[in-house]
């Protein structure tokens, strides 16, 4: 029973029907932490081998998401840490791990809203891309210090996720506008700002983020427009340091068309696209708000063991 939960939140997870870098990294800690909940092994080391089984599947499946990687590899450590612990312990305390995890990633999400809210002012006109929870709460934050805005959301291909946005910000009382993703470069002189979420901050000070967001990069330079990053520290990968590329998670053809009824095609379907540094005005993290070449210093080097 307990086995088929969590087989039903990875196909959940796959599916992108649990979706955004920090809901996929949330669902990857309370898979651990149901595991190790009803996990019977009698000893630390037969839990640990479990927890990292499943683990290494949970980080398949959603390749370009460090965000997940990052919480999975701090919850396994930390219960690597305690293997002294009887197996009944352990399971506890890994239990707890994932509990104060899953804490943490929302009061990340309160520092990112509050910070991001202040670049929103009344009269705003802000294009955003996709569905992100930073996005999101940023705007929540600044339609409850009284701000009047408008956001216009673009409907993101080919899972259509700017439909959740602009219900979620409809329910928030926010101005929605909504168009389709090839119609960002003709209502970008409308816009103010770009506001989107990122699921990965590379060493070189780029982002990546869902498949279309490059474009609309492009669209507000060309138009003046203020392109802002809204994501937690979380998502800095820190092996693209080290001449990893960060990979680009390709998604089935069939979400982009039917291949029986343009036979002989080859369809792509990449499901994040790279928005490099010089594109980025600035990013918003729960550690204060940066231009991307001074945050990808503070996190280098955090990662290096020299920021802390
Ligand atoms: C979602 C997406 C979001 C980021 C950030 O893509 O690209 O902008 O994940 O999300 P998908 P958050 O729908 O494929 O997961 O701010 O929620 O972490």
């Given at each position: 029973m307990g086995d088929e939960k969590i087989k039903k939140i990875m196909r959940d997870i796959k599916a992108i029907r649990i979706q955004g870098a920090r809901n996929v990294a949330v669902a990857g800690a309370k898979i651990l932490m149901m595991k190790a909940g009803q996990s019977g092994a009698r000893s630390s080391r037969a839990l640990l081998l479990e927890l990292r089984e499943?683990?290494?599947?949970?980080?398949?499946?959603?390749?370009?998401?460090?965000?997940?990687?990052f919480g999975q590899e701090l919850i396994i450590l930390k219960a690597a840490s305690r293997?002294?612990?009887?197996?009944?312990?352990?399971?506890?305390?890994?239990?707890?791990?994932?509990?104060?995890?899953?804490?943490?990633?929302?009061?990340?999400?309160?520092?990112?809203?509050?910070?991001?809210?202040?670049?929103?002012?009344?009269?705003?006109v802000?294009?955003?891309?996709c569905h992100s929870h930073c996005v999101i709460e940023?705007?929540?934050?600044?339609?409850?210090?009284g701000k009047d805005f408008t956001v216009i959301v673009t409907e993101t291909r080919p899972l259509y996720q700017g439909t959740i946005t602009a219900r979620e910000l409809v329910r928030e009382k926010v101005d929605v506008v909504y168009c389709i993703d090839s119609a960002s470069a003709a209502v970008m002189a409308k816009a103010t700002k770009v506001l989107v979420g990122a699921d990965a901050i590379t060493a070189d000070g780029a982002i990546v983020n869902k498949i279309g967001t490059y474009q609309i990069a492009i669209e507000a330079k060309e138009y003046k427009v203020p392109f802002i990053v809204a994501c937690g520290t979380h998502k800095y990968d820190s092996r693209t340091?080290?001449?990893?590329p960060e990979p680009i998670e390709q998604r089935a053809v069939k979400e982009v068309a039917d291949p029986r009824k343009i036979r002989g095609v080859k369809i792509l379907n990449p499901a994040f696209d790279v928005t490099p540094k010089e594109y980025i005005h600035e990013i918003v993290t729960e550690i204060g708000v940066y231009s991307p070449e001074t945050l990808v210093g503070i996190l280098e080097a955090k990662a290096r063991g020299a920021g802390d």
């Amino acid at each position: 029973m307990g086995d088929e939960k969590i087989k039903k939140i990875m196909r959940d997870i796959k599916a992108i029907r649990i979706q955004g870098a920090r809901n996929v990294a949330v669902a990857g800690a309370k898979i651990l932490m149901m595991k190790a909940g009803q996990s019977g092994a009698r000893s630390s080391r037969a839990l640990l081998l479990e927890l990292r089984e499943v683990s290494k599947e949970v980080m398949g499946l959603r390749p370009t998401e460090p965000a997940l990687r990052f919480g999975q590899e701090l919850i396994i450590l930390k219960a690597a840490s305690r293997k002294d612990l009887g197996a009944d312990e352990l399971r506890k305390y890994i239990v707890q791990v994932c509990r104060d995890y899953i804490f943490e990633t929302r009061k990340v999400l309160e520092k990112i809203a509050l910070y991001g809210s202040r670049a929103i002012a009344s009269g705003d006109v802000v294009m955003t891309h996709c569905h992100s929870h930073c996005v999101i709460e940023i705007f929540r934050a600044a339609k409850r210090q009284g701000k009047d805005f408008t956001v216009i959301v673009t409907e993101t291909r080919p899972l259509y996720q700017g439909t959740i946005t602009a219900r979620e910000l409809v329910r928030e009382k926010v101005d929605v506008v909504y168009c389709i993703d090839s119609a960002s470069a003709a209502v970008m002189a409308k816009a103010t700002k770009v506001l989107v979420g990122a699921d990965a901050i590379t060493a070189d000070g780029a982002i990546v983020n869902k498949i279309g967001t490059y474009q609309i990069a492009i669209e507000a330079k060309e138009y003046k427009v203020p392109f802002i990053v809204a994501c937690g520290t979380h998502k800095y990968d820190s092996r693209t340091a080290l001449g990893f590329p960060e990979p680009i998670e390709q998604r089935a053809v069939k979400e982009v068309a039917d291949p029986r009824k343009i036979r002989g095609v080859k369809i792509l379907n990449p499901a994040f696209d790279v928005t490099p540094k010089e594109y980025i005005h600035e990013i918003v993290t729960e550690i204060g708000v940066y231009s991307p070449e001074t945050l990808v210093g503070i996190l280098e080097a955090k990662a290096r063991g020299a920021g802390d």
